[in-house]
């Protein structure tokens, strides 16, 4: 009975409607539930205490997420366009043209390889944001690269989108060793991991509408435990692994660049005061000479913020929280109200210093992560754009933290799909106070049940002779 919910989104994105939202969030709500009860049932996941009651089989749950993956691989991508664009900018990379400073709309169809002009014409006509440049980094940009020759070779674009998919497959195989085996390694119940393995949300958006987002998630677990790994062990090779992962988890996302505040604060805290300040400034410097190398590209950054990254952080708006309330207030008051996003990016920042430098004494594993899982949801409390698929590096973060608010949010930001249930395309303040009022209480459940966590370690070590 849990199994059959799970093939409803499946369905839904064969034969169902993104506008069509009542659709949506019953097929998808039918398959959270099973989501719900079956981790219920494994007791496991939020403590340490192993249930005496039978559990479902392991083995047979990560059988059957691989088997609904498999399945997801020959769908549509209902949702989102995206994955059109991802294409294109392979197309243009495998054209010598850089997608960082040519929009489509600036491309001609006629500019391109004979061969490749039918093609070209019909991703142009599928995708979303043909007056913007590319945001995607270098680490994408290369697995589009890839993508789009396959493309090229069947001639059909719905080739390159399986070739896309069978690459966030792979990384999503990956992720779920790397879990299996970290859990295993530090006295966790395994079965943890269907936390993120069997999470209709990561589902529908990774393998379904083809985001990168299991990449990512990938460098984001693996640069936290390796950072554990190297201010546990003083290795020097965790090191260089942590900064290879953060690194790349970059160049696939810009969005991992919120952490470096929390891991430069906690390396700061070492117990050795000259090692600590040496690695500090080792573990800074390179990430400053970046920014400033940045600075030699002088078009490529005007062109992004005019029409870039630029226009994504500051004037995209989905989803948005914090944003939404500060872009209404300014809009009273008669202030400039497209000031919000910057204003927004402003308050981010100092809140994630704030938290970082406050959690720089964060030791156990289990509360790195929940120290990073914070940091990521600081910055999507403050972003002015919040995709479903946005959140899926929390999932992968409470693996570990074992944090409720994560899962919970994962359900209920599917409302955020009723934008498109009208048109033109808006966000609907009922869905949102419904979606933002869940999530708050959850982490206010989150932070309680932290504090209680506490004071039972504090009272333990107590008690001690």
């Not at 952080?313 to 008669?334: A, D, K, T």
Request: contains cysteine; proline residues 5%.
């Amino acid at each position: 009975m849990l199994i059959l919910p799970y093939f409803f989104p499946l369905l839904f994105s064969f034969f169902g409607e993104r506008k069509n939202f009542p659709l949506l969030l019953a097929t998808h709500s039918a398959a959270f539930l099973s989501y719900f009860i079956l981790l219920t049932r494994s007791n496991a996941i939020f403590t340490e205490r192993t249930s005496s009651a039978p559990l479902p089989s392991f083995r047979f749950w990560i059988g059957f997420g691989l088997t609904i993956r498999v399945a997801f691989l020959f769908s549509p991508p209902l949702l989102s366009e995206d994955v059109y664009r991802f294409l294109w900018d392979g197309l243009l990379s495998g054209e010598n043209i850089s997608p960082f400073s040519r929009m489509p709309s600036e491309v001609g169809i006629a500019d391109l390889s004979p061969e490749k002009r039918e093609i070209a014409n019909s991703l142009l006509v599928a995708m979303n944001s043909p007056g913007f440049y590319s945001v995607y980094p270098p680490v994408l940009q290369f697995l589009f690269y890839v993508s789009s020759q396959f493309l090229l070779l069947f001639g059909d674009v719905n080739s390159g989108i399986l070739v896309w998919k069978l690459f966030l497959l792979l990384s999503e195989v990956v992720l779920q060793f790397v879990l299996v085996k970290t859990l295993k390694k530090h006295g966790f119940p395994v079965r943890r991991s269907w936390i993120y393995w069997l999470n209709p949300l990561v589902l529908s958006e990774i393998s379904g509408n083809a985001h990168p987002e299991s990449i990512l998630v990938l460098f984001c677990v693996l640069s936290v435990l390796s950072f554990w790994n190297w201010t546990s062990s003083n290795d020097e090779k965790d090191g260089i692994l942590h900064f290879l992962f953060l690194g790349s988890g970059i160049l696939t996302k810009i969005t991992p660049a919120a952490f470096l505040p929390f891991f430069a604060f906690r390396i700061l805290r070492g117990e050795n005061r000259k090692t600590s300040v040496i690695r500090f400034f080792l573990y800074v410097l390179p990430w400053i000479a970046i920014v400033f190398g940045f600075l030699f590209f002088p078009e490529t950054i005007r062109k992004q913020n005019r029409s870039g990254l630029g226009v994504f952080f500051q004037l995209f708006e989905f989803n948005g929280s914090v944003y939404y309330v500060l872009r209404e207030f300014l809009r009273v008051i008669g202030e400039d109200f497209y000031a919000a996003g910057k204003y927004c990016a402003a308050l981010s920042g100092i809140s994630i210093s704030v938290y970082s430098l406050l959690k720089r004494k964060t030791t156990a594993i289990g509360d790195l992560f929940g120290a990073a899982e914070t940091v990521y949801c600081i910055f999507l409390i403050f972003s002015t754009t919040v995709h479903p698929w946005y959140i899926l590096p929390l999932l992968g973060f409470c693996v570990f933290s074992g944090r409720i608010s994560p899962i919970v949010w994962s359900f209920i930001i599917l409302v955020s799909y009723s934008t498109y249930s009208v048109v033109p395309f808006r966000d609907s303040f009922f869905w949102l106070g419904i979606e933002y009022g869940i999530l708050f209480f959850f982490l206010h459940i989150d932070y309680k049940r932290s504090v209680s966590s506490t004071k039972t370690s504090e009272n333990t070590l107590r008690t001690r002779p």
